[in-house]
């Protein structure tokens, strides 16, 4: 039986304005943007204007908008995993080795952000790791990253893969978008609610698919109509756009061109290994997508999710609308999505006392060293890369922790430097969470007040993180086998079982090495894996970075990284297995299972603060440990540096070690037959909307 679900119906044709740039013989000024009494919308371009480039427009224009100068990007608060330089620019305040540190297995956390990757924030205000398959979940982020949860308005769900659903059966929720039910579960992408308005459940239906081809101008709702296969026809909805026109135009349906690229290129996303690198927060966003997708197939993606979302607004565009409203679709290309170049350029005409500027036509960073004494404060350029950077003082140190070395109390977190050493809380004070304790405690609950209370030592259990745990062991807890028993270092032989939220580094087996069989959070210790088929290696996705370890032949996931060199070039990140990782696990394990390491806060036993003061106890040269760690976690940042980038970027590390060796020439990528395939599919589909 055919059958419409009908949507309200707009009897007169739409009227719309339009969009377009003044025309008349005449300058506006410094207004770029304003209302006719017609209600139509007159732009024109800020871009001539040096001081005032660009015109800052709200969604909807009440007013006259005038010619101002760009703004400031704000340094987005990253999450865990993702790189930085500094910890004001993590949201967890710690960056670690180059990357922002999160919260551990086992901790107390009141949301998914707190988190390590490969970790959320469960009900029980726990870090855990992310649920597997069909286990139980509250929401998609508490499921591994390739996986959604199938769940009620109402009811916890379980975890399947995304698009897995065939069309007749049934699930938990199925939001109504436009004229039509939509899931990420569903393989057709859409679905009807079993009972509207009650607890969203419903079952998948084939897509539908507008009757007339897409993009579809229309004056009503009824222009709009659309069927599937199975001969169900509806109603969709006609909205205005900012067409130069005045036309308004359809929405995209699930089977439309659009929602089709979308869902093929998504499901391509979340079935490469490289999803695993993610947090969980980040799983559909452009970070992820350049884990998994060369940078065409990121650029597709793109502007297909925003006409999938709203296609309307980017029909009929002219050129001031592209440039002044839809910058994010027309503007966007598969350069935003790659790597940028970086190196000296003493052929710019640099002004004043800038040190780095970003040169949209090259893809690249300019850089020029500052005068002795000054500083140039690279970071900016990441939250701006329209203005230059310029040469100026050091910024202020990142604060210190219990145990650190300090001069004066404003260096310290607690605001308190005594005998040159920052001041903790002391055992049986109140706390709020175990960085601030003093060295050799943790913050605990007792009778529930938490206060600093002795660290756990070797053997004993009890302990909930590693951070519970003296600085020389890890707790050996899972969700299952909880509370854990402190395991020294790097003393777990092959096969012991571990806690292993993603095979790779564990600092708890002798080979460094843990692998995870996708069941729960626990794994095994293994030998540790290398690079295949050499290493190092380019890639273009983290699908290439590919490692095994010989005696089981266990698959290993590095991740494909932007570094810092003049080529744009990405590269593959070392396995515990490649010469890195054994020279980092050779240094490593010497600091991090000594008595000295006692010396440390009990939050900070990774920094190089603390190993530092550990290598000094033990009379090493800490330089030795530094340049090894750093070489292993953040390889690909110093491939190709040249002088400028050395001296610039990454100082810390190549002032750091004796010789400045070169690294090794990286291997080409090998091929990727299914990412090319997916590449073709999506182009093949984005012509149908040109």
Known sequence: MIYFLLALTVVSALTCPKYSCHQGGFDLGET?????????????????????????????????????????????????????????????????????????????????????????????????????????????????????????????????????????????????????????????????????????????????????????SCNADDDCTAHNSAGTGAVGTCNCGMDKNGLAYCNAWTGDPPAVITRALISQHVSQPGILNCHTMLRFTSYCFQQTLPAAQVLNLTQNILLAGDTPRYQGNDYCTQTIYNADYWRVSASDFTCKAYGCRSDLQWKYDSCMTYLEGSNEFA???????????????????????????????????????????????????????????????????SSECQVGSYCYSVNFVFICVPLIPIGSDQCGTEYDCVPQAGCNATRNNFPGTCVKYFSAPLGAIVPCPISGWNSLCQSGTCYNNGIDDRGTCVEAPVTLPTFPAMCTT??????????????????????????????????????????????????????????????????????????????????????????????????????????????????????????????????????????????ALLTFIN
Request: glycine share 8%; with cysteine; aromatic share 10%.
């Open 542 to 683: 983290s699908s290439q970075c590919i490692g095994y370890n010989s005696n089981l032949n266990q698959q290993f996931v590095g991740s494909c990284e932007c570094g810092f060199n003049g080529d744009a070039q990405k590269y593959c990140s070392p396995f515990p297995g490649d010469e890195p990782g054994i020279k980092y696990l050779k240094q490593i394990a010497v600091l991090m299972t000594s008595d000295a390491m006692s010396l440390c806060q009990t939050t900070r036993r990774y920094y190089s603060d603390c190993l530092d003061m550990v290598a000094s106890a033990l009379g090493l040269d800490s330089d030795n440990y530094y340049s090894a760690m750093m070489n292993f976690t953040n390889f690909v940042s110093y491939i190709n540096n040249d002088q400028c980038v050395q001296a610039v970027i990454n100082n810390d590390y190549w002032s750091r070690i004796p010789d400045n060796p070169n690294p090794p020439t990286p291997t080409p990528p090998h091929n990727d037959t299914g990412s090319a395939g997916i590449l073709s599919l999506g182009l």
């Open 367 to 433: 850089i020029k060293t500052c005068p002795k004494g000054d500083y140039c404060n690279f970071v900016q350029i990441q939250g701006n890369q329209w203005n230059n950077v310029t040469c100026t003082v050091a910024p202020t140190a990142a604060p210190l922790y219990p145990g650190e070395l300090c001069t004066t109390n404003s260096q310290c977190i607690s605001g308190s430097c005594t005998s040159g050493k920052c001041k903790g809380t002391f055992l049986g004070q109140q706390c709020h969470d």
């Open 32 to 216: 770029c943007a304003y209302q006719t009494k017609t209600g139509d919308v007159k732009m024109q371009i800020c871009e001539a204007s040096v001081f005032s480039p660009t015109c800052n427009v709200n969604p909807s224009i009440t007013k006259n908008f005038t010619c101002g100068p760009r703004p400031q990007k704000t340094l987005e608060n990253l999450l865990p995993g993702q790189f930085c330089y500094l910890g004001s620019q993590c949201l967890s305040g710690n960056c670690l080795n180059n990357k922002c540190a999160g919260l551990p297995f086992g901790s107390l956390c009141q949301n998914h952000e707190q988190c390590n990757v490969g970790l959320y924030c469960s009900s029980s205000g726990k870090c855990y790791a992310q649920a597997s398959q069909f286990n139980f979940c509250n929401s998609d982020y508490d499921c591994q990253n390739q996986f959604a949860c199938n769940r009620t308005l109402y009811n916890s769900g379980t975890c399947i893969p995304y698009y897995s659903v065939a069309n007749g059966d049934g699930i938990g929720m199925c939001v109504t978008g436009f004229s039509e039910g939509q899931s990420n579960l569903c393989q057709s992408g859409a679905c009807t609610q079993i009972n509207p308005n009650h607890n969203g459940e419903g079952i998948c239906v084939p897509a539908f698919k507008s009757d007339k081809p897409y993009p579809l």
